[in-house]
Nanobody
Framework: QVKLVESGGGSVQAGGSLRLSCAVS????????MGWFRQAPGKEREGVAA???????SYAEFVKGQFTISQDNAENTLYLQMNSLKPEDTALYYC?????????????????WGQGTQVTVSS
């Protein structure tokens, strides 16, 4: 059974940093893509960043240069380093796992999802 558990969210002031973690278990596919998505109140869920089994990464335009996605294969953990946070980054952040096509950050390419971790950025 695939299980994704996010952690690391919290409340920070604008300009601060957070590192989100996602512990992954039960996902045994050779080729895969892991991603971070977020959903703000009243808005649709949107892709933030993704990384595949070869280490290739992709980012939404609005976080390029601000967020960094990485993975520790030995620990089966996905990370999202978020710097220079802005109030508009406030959202529930989800970890997701899916097919190797996931670098396009299309929600339907990801079949497994965590419960989310809240990030709140105050001005």
């Amino acid at each position: 059974q695939v299980k994704l558990v996010e952690s690391g969210g919290g409340s920070v002031q604008a300009g601060g940093s957070l590192r989100l973690s996602c512990a992954v278990s039960g996902y045994t596919y050779g080729s895969y893509c892991m991603g971070w998505f977020r959903q703000a109140p009243g808005k649709e869920r949107e892709g933030v960043a993704a990384i595949d089994s070869d280490g290739a990464t992709s980012y939404a335009e609005f976080v390029k240069g601000q967020f960094t996605i990485s993975q520790d294969n030995a620990e089966n953990t996905l990370y999202l380093q978020m710097n220079s946070l802005k109030p508009e980054d406030t959202a529930l952040y989800y970890c997701a796992a899916g097919s190797a096509l996931g670098l396009a950050l299309i929600i339907t390419d990801f079949g497994y999802w965590g419960q989310g971790t809240q990030v709140t950025v105050s001005s």
